[in-house]
T-cell receptor, first 109, second 111 residues
Framework: ELKVEQNPLFLSMQEGKNYTIYCNYSTTSDRLYWYRQDPGKSLESLFVLLSNGAVKQEGRLMASLDTKARLSTLHITAAVHDLSATYFC?????????FGKGTRLHILP | DAGITQSPRHKVTETGTPVTLRCHQTENHRYMYWYRQDPGHGLRLIHYSYGVKDTDKGEVSDGYSVSRSKTEDFLLTLESATSSQTSVYFCATQTGAYEQYFGPGTRLTVT
């Protein structure tokens, strides 16, 4: 069965702290996606990771992919309130894109 | 912004009626997707298309059909709407570099 598991599902953290969201998937894939969704809005693409060892960074967010461990991480550095949102990872399995349930991130001032 | 529109944006319909949702893109992207989003489930793939007249099923395709007669339009039809199909529906396209762009969503309520 294809599974994409994110943890944690909920995260409340203080501004200025660092944290990591984990995304595990159950079958081989060479494409992994991270998205952001604000309440009541559509999804915004953050990163597309296409190969083992890929690392991408945008501002305070950095994503990495380990295809051997079937694991991706989204690292938040020195969090700010504007990063409060729900973050999804998704995996491409032969054209079918399977999403994790999302991590709701709440950053406290 | 990839120029994706969805129509209607909101719809309330009765159980047993057919419903068609439309996704329109202006970017000439080959791949298009329909998802539904429900609390506690994240997004789930309903159907996708990899070209005109080329479609395939996703995770939750039962009760849904799709058609793509032109590159720019991808239609999702609920043959006979049920209350379990109350959801927010998102359309997405994918670029050649595998980046996905999502439409604004359609909120469907089946009473």
């Amino acid at each position: 069965e294809l599974k994409v598991e994110q943890n944690p599902l909920f995260l409340s953290m203080q501004e200025g702290k660092n944290y990591t969201i984990y995304c595990n998937y159950s079958t081989t894939s060479d494409r992994l996606y991270w998205y952001r969704q604000d309440p009541g809005k559509s999804l915004e693409s953050l990163f597309v990771l296409l190969s083992n060892g890929a690392v991408k960074q945008e501002g305070r967010l950095m994503a990495s992919l380990d295809t051997k461990a079937r694991l991706s991480t989204l690292h938040i550095t020195a969090a700010v309130h504007d990063l409060s949102a729900t973050y999804f990872c998704a995996v491409d399995i032969l054209g079918k894109i399977i999403f994790g349930k999302g991590t709701r991130l709440h950053i406290l001032p | 912004d990839a120029g994706i529109t969805q129509s209607p944006r909101h719809k309330v319909t009765e159980t047993g009626t057919p419903v068609t949702l439309r996704c329109h893109q202006t970017e000439n992207h080959r791949y298009m997707y329909w998802y539904r989003q429900d609390p506690g489930h994240g997004l789930r793939l309903i159907h996708y298309s990899y070209g005109v007249k080329d479609t395939d099923k996703g995770e939750v395709s039962d009760g849904y059909s799709v058609s793509r007669s032109k590159t720019e339009d991808f239609l999702l039809t609920l043959e006979s709407a049920t209350s379990s199909q109350t959801s927010v529906y998102f359309c997405a396209t994918q670029t050649g570099a595998y980046e996905q762009y999502f439409g604004p969503g359609t909120r469907l309520t089946v009473t």
